[in-house]
């Protein structure tokens, strides 16, 4: 069984040395930006990883669904 892709959402100076490991960057600055990345993390993702920022905007609400399993990034 494989996991799926990895996808990472965040501020960009957080997130996008992961494209170098093979993660989608999906780059949000703002709040609404981070809602909407979410809403375009690919369908296969097993693992979205989440700068801190961005797990505040979506909150436990969206966090604690699974499928995509999350992380978030320490501070």
């Known amino acids: ?18 494209a170098l490991a093979g ?8 709040p609404d930006a981070v809602r ?5 993390v690919p369908e296969d993702t097993g ?3 989440l700068t801190p920022a961005a797990a505040e905007a979506l ?7 699974i499928p ?3 992380s978030v990034l320490p501070p």
Request: proline share 2%; with cysteine.
């Open 68 to 70: 995509p399993l999350t």
């Open 1 to 18: 069984m494989t996991m799926g892709r990895v996808a990472a959402i965040g501020e960009q100076v957080r997130v996008a040395g992961l």
């Open 36 to 40: 909407d990345a979410w809403c375009d």
């Open 59 to 65: 909150g436990a609400e969206v966090l604690d669904r």
């Open 47 to 49: 693992l979205v990883i």
């Open 23 to 30: 993660v989608t960057v999906l780059v949000a600055e703002e």
